[in-house]
């Protein structure tokens, strides 16, 4: 039996398994977003913007502080503009951030070890503002302006956008 006859021989769900790991897509269920409410975590409904101002991505981030200068968080957010080169800020996932001056460093990919998504801001108000910036291994491929509002009402139940990622 040669390999393209053995390949035919998987079942489907061995096949789609294989093919999402192959594309590296996940095939995860989304973070799920913590209660709303809950104490020392603050939801955030975020929106990125091109160099021309037009809002590229939007969604909600949670952040919960582990300490007064240190916290985690997910976010899931979708792309609403046919903008490229945007970087890894669609989708979702965990970030990290820490606070140093009034300064917010937030990454949105922690696990990437390059091609991250890097929020740099600061408290306007009750807003957090600042700029995106998409990283290279040595290199930024890009960058952006975001503002992230604090969010008045729970996120769907559902993920960010009614579907379960």
Known sequence: ???????CRLSPAVVLSLACLWLNQGCQ?????????SEGVY????????DDGEVIVSGIMALKYDSPTTFTGIWQFKQVSQ??????QVG???????VTRGEYRINLNPELSERNV?????????????????MGATIQLNQGK??????????????????NG
């Open 1 to 7: 039996m040669n390999h393209y006859q053995s390949f």
């Open 29 to 37: 269920k989304a973070p799920e977003f913590p209660e709303f409410g």
């Open 43 to 50: 939801f955030y409904d975020y929106e990125a913007y091109g």
């Open 83 to 88: 903008k490229e080169a945007i970087g890894p």
């Open 92 to 98: 979702s996932g965990k970030l990290t951030g820490k």
């Open 118 to 134: 890097l929020l740099v801001g600061s408290m306007l108000g009750s807003n957090l503002d600042g700029a995106w910036r998409w």
């Open 146 to 163: 975001f503002l992230a509002r604090p969010r008045t009402e729970p996120p769907p139940k559902r993920g960010a956008f009614g579907t």
